[in-house]
């Protein structure tokens, strides 16, 4: 995969000159560049850039700077406006290029498969860009593979886990059943104090003596209604 910084060696000094901008902050930030003074570049570009915000030079070195700092995330907003100013120009190819070379950096690689294609589109003889199109395409597939797997991995866990609450919940019902549930007959209150068999049977006469009291109660009333309706009726 090709080095940022190689390919814009070469471009930065054409840039200045082409630029809008401040020549003499693009000349200093340059030269800074070259000796590898990253910071000092940086705020060189950055007063370019305050005297004119759409210098494309401004833009794009600015970017590539940051990108050699390793602050990949500040550089995709300056690799945009650079890609948007260079439409149209001889620089707008390798400014798609060191585009996807910034997603690359960041994993978006999405985002880097986007940028390489443009650049091809532009430049199909670049065989950089072929190459690092081709490793992007690989490492978004790869990407979403290792995606898929964590989503069912994180499935399967839920899954897991629900299943597991609900065999815990079953466990705790056998356990404790609920109260409103008939006892086992053992285990049942008694009713009534236990007796002996003697008191049962002396129980039991009383209360046949009690019945066969009642049935000739019973017996005698009737007879007595009975003789009552023979003296009223008439023959």
Excluded: H
């Amino acid at each position: 995969m090709r080095k940022t910084s190689l390919l814009l060696f070469c471009i930065l000094l054409g840039l200045a000159a082409y630029a809008q901008a401040d020549r003499s902050q693009l000349r200093s930030g340059n030269r800074k560049y070259r000796r590898q003074n990253y910071r000092e570049a940086e705020i060189d570009y950055r007063k370019a850039l305050v005297k004119d915000s759409l210098s494309l030079a401004a833009n794009y070195n600015l970017a590539s700077d940051l990108f050699c700092q390793e602050s990949y995330e500040e550089a995709e907003k300056y690799f945009d406006s650079a890609t948007k100013l260079s439409e149209g120009s001889e620089y707008c190819a390798d400014s798609w290029f060191n585009k996807g070379d910034n997603a690359l950096k960041r994993q978006d690689y999405a985002s880097a498969v986007e940028a390489f294609k443009q650049s091809l589109l532009l430049n199909p003889a670049d065989i950089d860009a072929k190459e690092n199109y081709i490793y992007a395409k690989l490492m978004l597939k790869n990407q979403q593979n290792q995606q898929n797997q964590q989503q069912d991995n994180q499935d399967n866990q839920k899954n897991q886990d629900n299943q597991n609450d609900q065999n815990n919940q079953d466990n705790k019902d056998k356990q404790n059943p609920p109260q409103d549930q008939p006892q086992d007959r053992q285990n049942r209150p008694q009713d009534s104090p236990q007796i002996s068999p003697q008191q049962a049977q002396q129980m039991l006469r009383a209360i046949q003596a009690k019945e066969k009291e009642t049935q000739e109660k019973v017996n005698k009333e009737k007879a007595e209604a009975l003789k009552s309706r023979q003296k009223d009726k008439n023959w």
